[in-house]
């Protein structure tokens, strides 16, 4: 056996066995909430956008705020891209291409990624790069838990940047850290009445993670699968354009789904780019599933079942019939800790303290949200994993 395969061996027996031993793993964390310490790095500010604007007028307040911390993010892309094509001809052919592929985006988000690009001064074609990269680079655990009254809760943290860049010096992905800047919270409004509230990235038009007061909770995963979003991007490029951009869907969904059973039936019927995870709570009991998405039709359904005694529904990146992969296995540990904290207990700060036990928490979380439908809640918080701290 060649030495350059024993290192391979070696790294990957390592980076199996380091996620289920202390410090890299712990006992499932208590008293976390309200946030302090070193996993929290602060709140999020929040932002309205006016739906009864002009789209490519709606973000003008927020970018004018956060040009600095965008154009910070695009020119890390930019610098990763030149790594791997020192030529520059990558990021030229971003900057030629993809400006020709707004104008078949659909309607209101080709026009606000124009208004983006204007306000920002950056390049039409690296705005467009942003808002497709998600449909094939995120991470994530989504958890929508009832407790024993009947109220319903919804958790996720958000976890990008896997890949993209590993800063040896501070041990952190480059990508994740440039984005934390960026997280927002939004308050989408309609006739100057909230429409739906979300956690998101500035300079971003789709939607990750979202709520819709008294009606439904919605959070979107990747799922991993060789027909992935990458198949479906270029599909798109090619012409074929029958399928939805996933967090155009979900964002579609938050404004105009009018009950938990009218979002399920988007979601779960919808043709999409990429495979997905659909995590969905509502407001009455029962009402929490994971929608296992491909790209032309829903493969499966698992619902809040309390009769089986199924409280919870919980997705990382992985189907729920499966193993998880074995370099990722967050699910063992947040269901542990679910399971601990009991249905009896279970509240926006226990999830918190759930979304905050190692390796849930992670170098890629940028941000943890919770949500409660019935009170129409929103909060977040951004997030670090001090070390040592897993990778993924």
């Known amino acids: 056996m060649s030495l350059c395969v024993l290192i391979i061996v070696a790294a990957l027996f390592s980076a199996t066995t380091t996620q289920f031993i202390p410090p890299y793993t712990e006992d499932c964390r208590v008293d976390m909430y309200p946030p302090t310490g070193p996993t929290f790095r602060g709140a999020v500010r929040w932002y309205t956008v006016d739906l009864d604007s002009p789209p490519s007028d709606r973000w003008t307040a927020l970018i004018t705020d956060k040009k600095t911390d965008l154009v910070n993010v695009i020119q890390a892309i930019r610098d990763l891209a030149n790594a791997f094509v020192p030529s520059g001809r990558l990021i030229e052919l971003v900057d030629i291409t ?6 078949t985006l659909p309607n209101p988000f080709s026009e606000e990624i124009k208004g983006i690009a204007a306000v920002s001064g950056i390049p039409l ?150 495979p997905a995870y659909f995590i969905l709570g509502g407001n009455q009991t029962g009402q929490g599933c994971i929608i296992t998405r491909s790209r032309l039709l829903s493969i499966d359904v698992l619902e809040i079942d309390l009769k089986m005694g199924r409280w919870y529904v919980l997705e990382t990146n992985y189907d729920n019939w499966k193993e998880p992969f074995f370099l990722d ?24 303290d759930i979304l ?19 009170e129409g809640k929103l909060e977040s918080y951004i997030r670090d994993c001090p070390n040592p701290c897993m990778p993924w």
């Open 98 to 103: 993809l400006p020709l592929m707004v104008d």
């Open 125 to 274: 074609g690296e705005v467009v790069l942003f808002n497709i990269f998600y449909e094939v680079f995120t991470v994530c655990t989504s958890v929508v838990a009832e407790d024993d009254e009947g109220n319903l809760f919804h958790g996720r943290n958000l976890d990008f940047g896997l890949f993209m860049g590993w800063d040896v010096k501070n041990k952190s992905w480059i990508i994740s850290e440039k984005l934390k800047p960026l997280v927002v919270n939004l308050e989408f409004k309609r006739n100057n009445q909230t429409l739906f509230k979300s956690t998101n990235f500035a300079g971003y038009v789709g939607m990750l993670t979202g709520i819709k007061p008294n009606m439904f909770s919605l959070t979107m995963n990747e799922r991993f699968s060789l027909d992935g979003g990458y198949i479906g991007i270029l599909e798109w490029i090619l012409g074929k354009r029958d399928g939805m951009w996933m967090s155009f869907l979900t964002r579609s969904v938050l404004e105009n789904a009018n009950s938990y059973e009218e979002a399920k039936t988007l979601l779960a019927r919808t043709k999409l780019l990429a």
């Open 356 to 374: 905050s036990t190692k390796p849930v928490l992670n170098k890629l979380t940028t941000y943890t949200t919770l949500m409660q439908v019935s």
């Open 329 to 352: 296995d967050r699910r063992s540990t947040a269901i542990k800790c679910m399971n601990q904290t009991t249905q009896t207990n279970i509240s926006l700060k226990t999830m918190y």
